[in-house]
T-cell receptor, first 114, second 114 residues
Framework: AQSVTQLGSHVSVSEGALVLLRCNYS??????LFWYVQYPNQGLQLLLK??????LVKGINGFEAEFKKSETSFHLTKPSAHMSDAAEYFC????????????FGGGTRLMVKP | GAGVSQSPRYKVAKRGQDVALRCDPI?????LFWYQQALGQGPEFLTY????????KSGLPSDRFFAERPEGSVSTLKIQRTQQEDSAVYLC????????????FGPGTRLTVL
């Protein structure tokens, strides 16, 4: 079985400040890890994914995430927040021994203050 | 190119009614997934198709839920005798396949059961 925990259901940062959204996973086999963003009344859009290549993954809109096996973490960061980054962010895991489905965390709502 | 489309975008049903939700995946994508997203939560897996074969339906909450993909393209999620707890956003995603494959999500159908 696999699971994802996102610490902090709400995160608030000032515009220009560092964004850090936390994700920890549990998986019995090497996982594939994803970050998705969801804007109001829209579907999920892929930000980035880890598929066992480089542990530091760069995604769209200046986001990146680092896979740390020893900490079972895949935290999402962005050096400087922009107002347009305000959205809901979901971390997800899939594993080759569990079909191809994604298991999602509960999500973190990012608020950006001017 | 065209993304994943879903219809209707919004559906209001009276308790006890049957509903059918449609998903048009990206052309050529062999894998198709349905997820249920309750308000304020992350999406939860319902079922998965590879072409026309339903390979995993472990997430369907009851036998009132039924999904099909008869020609390996368009899929329909049917809910019989809807109940208030079925109110949620139903998300469809498609991918080229594999646990590491990116799933592309549609905008979802928001179902409200009165």
């Amino acid at each position: 079985a696999q699971s994802v925990t996102q610490l902090g259901s709400h995160v608030s940062v000032s515009e220009g400040a560092l964004v850090l959204l936390r994700c920890n996973y549990s998986s019995s086999v090497p996982p594939y890890l994803f970050w998705y963003v969801q804007y109001p009344n829209q579907g999920l859009q892929l930000l980035l994914k880890y598929t066992s290549a480089a542990t530091l993954v760069k995604g769209i809109n200046g986001f990146e995430a680092e896979f740390k096996k020893s900490e079972t973490s895949f935290h999402l960061t962005k050096p400087s927040a922009h107002m347009s980054d305000a959205a809901e962010y979901f971390c997800a895991v899939s594993a080759s021994n569990a079909g191809n489905m994604l298991t999602f965390g509960g999500g973190t709502r990012l608020m950006v203050k001017p | 190119g065209a993304g994943v489309s879903q219809s209707p975008r919004y559906k209001v049903a009276k308790r006890g009614q049957d509903v059918a939700l449609r998903c048009d995946p990206i052309s050529g994508h062999v894998s198709l997934f349905w997820y249920q997203q309750a308000l304020g939560q992350g999406p939860e897996f319902l079922t998965y198709f590879q072409n026309e074969a339903q390979l995993d339906k472990s997430g369907l909450p009851s036998d009132r839920f039924f999904a099909e993909r008869p020609e390996g393209s368009v899929s329909t999620l049917k809910i019989q005798r809807t109940q208030q707890e079925d109110s949620a956003v139903y998300l469809c995603a498609s991918s080229l396949g594999g646990a590491s494959g990116t799933q592309y999500f549609g905008p979802g159908t928001r179902l409200t059961v009165l």
